[in-house]
């Protein structure tokens, strides 16, 4: 199995402090150009591994994605991405 340190709780905590896990999207230094090469998400169905705190999996829902489902090794994420983003397993 993966290596997975974002369930490890002094990692999680650290993880959490930053810009991008506060203030989602807009605190990721990427996000500007990011989104540009981002395609049409109405009726899509998306799939994003590695979701983290989900912040990708809320933008194609908002922005008109049919179905979207978020995967991540990490249990601590996946629970977090649950709670910010209000979205059901």
Not at 12 to 36: C, D, I, T, V
Not at 70 to 85: N, R, V
Request: proline share 1%; with cysteine.
């Amino acid at each position: 199995m993966k290596e997975n340190k974002y369930d490890n709780e002094i990692f999680f905590k650290k993880y959490s402090e930053m810009a991008r896990s506060k203030n989602g999207l807009q605190g990721a230094g990427e996000w500007s150009e990011l989104q540009k090469v981002l395609p049409d998400f109405k009726d899509r169905r998306v799939l994003d591994l590695g979701c983290g705190y989900g912040w990708h999996c809320k933008y194609a829902a908002d922005n008109g994605a049919e179905y979207v489902l978020g995967c991540d090794i990490s249990h601590k994420m996946l629970k977090t991405a649950q709670e910010k983003t209000q979205m059901k397993k």
